[in-house]
């Protein structure tokens, strides 16, 4: 036997000592009292294609007539006399509170198609009726479902390895003018693939630029993590220092402490964290001149956004910042 | 208007036009402070810039701008054209500065769309 099979009929065995009877019995059951006769039964068992009835007096279970029985009856010419003369007294039931595998051992032992289901055990009050494919049908509703959550677990470990798949990592060097912009670039083609949306691919563009570039013209040497989440985009960007001495002074647009020779290239505007907390829906910045500068910007994708569609469908393209002060025809 | 019509509407210098000068042209902007037209350049904007170096290229490919105007005769280093060709950036070029070339242009973008 495989391990493959040893394992499916231990799941089959654990499930059947779980299973308690009256999860699986039929409660309606149809009786007869001791009264009626022989044809009676056999007609309703003939009707209904059962193999047998339960015989109830006062609300307890007297006997059971089985088509066995009817035989007999027919044998003794007793067809037309009540089943109370020939039916089976000594009767087989199953406490409703025992596992099915105990229903399962009385089926195998006795060789019934079906099993009277009494309230606990030694009492003869009738509360069901359980057949050998009652259980049957259950286990296979039991293993379906355990199945269906197997599926969605792997399902899930799927979509995390995925996950963790998008991370994009840079190592980003001081003074490398000739690689700014790369991160920022790679970051943008990676979420254009994932279908997000252009206008908040435009804004993350910004966050992961301005930080790139305060990285290059201001540190000596840092990183910057990308993590795209289903709901949100994570941006991390950590330098070795030396630190922002005035944070809340670098957050001021216009205030710089950039050289002549950068500014001659078109940067230290001072607008470089001003525009990143502009773009983000969530902005954090510590910094020491111990230990540098880290910052953290999450931009929310339509999924966790309220009444928005989810990133796969097209969003059309609307402006993210405020309207330009200038420059515009 | 499309890059074509406006390289040929202001006497452009084509220095990297690629296989998208069909590209429509929606505003402008000028601006020689990065921050600045991250900030605020819209997609679709002819950018007229003084900045040649390749962060210009950057900057362009990140705000999903239609083309780059080099102006007062400044000319890009070998580096930068190949960093436009590589990412499909159009970069164009002109003697006039960015003020006589947004005078010319002014009220001609939006033509040929709302025809």
């Known amino acids: 036997m495989t391990q493959f099979h040893e394992r499916q009929i231990r799941l089959v065995h654990e499930l059947m000592y779980q299973i308690k009877v009256k999860e699986v019995m039929t409660r309606?059951?149809?009786?007869?009292?001791?009264?009626?006769?022989?044809?009676?039964?056999?007609?309703?068992?003939?009707?209904?294609?059962?193999?047998?009835?339960?015989?109830?007096?006062?609300?307890?279970?007297?006997?059971?007539?089985?088509?066995d029985d009817i035989i007999t009856a027919f044998d003794h010419g007793a067809i037309?006399?009540?089943?109370?003369?020939?039916?089976?007294?000594t009767l087989v039931t199953v406490p409703q509170s025992y596992s099915v595998i105990a229903a399962s051992n009385l089926f195998h032992k006795y060789g019934f198609g079906r099993l009277p289901v009494v309230s606990r055990?030694?009492?003869?009050?009738?509360?069901?009726?359980?057949?050998?494919?009652?259980?049957?049908?259950?286990?296979?509703?039991?293993?379906?479902?355990?199945?269906?959550?197997?599926?969605e677990y792997e399902r899930a470990t799927a979509a995390r390895m995925e996950q963790r798949r998008d991370q994009l990592h840079f190592e980003i060097a001081a003074d490398s003018f000739d690689k700014a912009g790369v991160a920022a670039t790679l970051t943008k083609r990676r979420l254009q693939a994932h279908g997000v949306p252009p206008d908040l691919v435009r804004r993350i563009a910004v966050i992961c630029y301005e930080a790139e570039m305060n990285v290059i013209l201001h540190s000596l040497g840092g990183y910057m993590d990308v993590e795209m989440l289903p709901d949100r985009v994570r941006v991390l960007v950590a330098d070795e220092g030396p630190g922002i001495p005035d944070i809340e002074k670098a957050m001021l647009p216009g205030y710089t402490t950039a050289s002549e020779k950068i500014r001659a290239l078109g940067f230290g505007a001072g607008m470089g964290l001003p525009n990143i907390k502009r773009c983000a829906d969530e902005f954090h910045v510590t910094s020491s001149m111990e230990a540098g500068t880290e910052l953290e910007a999450t931009v929310f994708l339509p999924a966790a956004r309220p009444g928005s569609t989810p990133p796969a469908a097209p969003v059309p393209p609307t402006a993210p910042v405020p309207a330009p002060q200038g420059g515009v025809l | 208007m499309t890059v074509e019509q406006l390289v040929a509407a202001l006497g452009l210098d084509p220095l990297h036009l690629g296989d998208a000068a069909t590209r429509e042209v929606t505003t402008a902007y000028c601006g020689d402070l990065l921050s600045d037209v991250m900030a605020?350049?819209?997609?679709?904007?002819?950018?007229?810039?003084?900045?040649?170096?390749?962060?210009?290229?950057?900057?362009?490919?990140?705000?999903?701008?239609?083309?780059?105007?080099?102006?007062?005769?400044?000319?890009p280093d070998p580096q930068t054209t190949a960093r436009?060709?590589?990412?499909?950036?159009?970069?164009?070029?002109?003697?006039?500065?960015?003020?006589?070339?947004?005078?010319?242009?002014?009220?001609?973008?939006?033509?040929?769309?709302?025809?």
């Open chain 2, 84 to 115: 436009a060709k590589a990412q499909g950036v159009i970069l164009c070029g002109s003697e006039r500065s960015s003020a006589q070339l947004c005078m010319e242009l002014a009220g001609r973008l939006g033509e040929g769309q709302a025809g």
């Open chain 1, 121 to 151: 055990p030694g009492s003869d009050e009738l509360v069901g009726i359980v057949t050998f494919s009652d259980i049957l049908s259950h286990l296979l509703l039991k293993i379906n479902s355990i199945a269906e959550r197997v599926e």
């Open chain 1, 28 to 67: 309606e059951v149809i009786t007869y009292p001791p009264t009626v006769t022989f044809r009676e039964v056999q007609l309703c068992l003939k009707k209904r294609r059962f193999s047998g009835t339960p015989i109830v007096a006062d609300g307890r279970l007297v006997g059971i007539v089985s088509i």
């Open chain 1, 80 to 89: 037309d006399r009540p089943v109370q003369e020939f039916m089976t007294r």
């Open chain 2, 40 to 75: 605020h350049c819209q997609p679709g904007a002819v950018w007229f810039t003084v900045q040649a170096h390749i962060n210009t290229i950057a900057v362009a490919e990140l705000r999903d701008m239609a083309c780059i105007v080099l102006v007062n005769g400044v000319s």
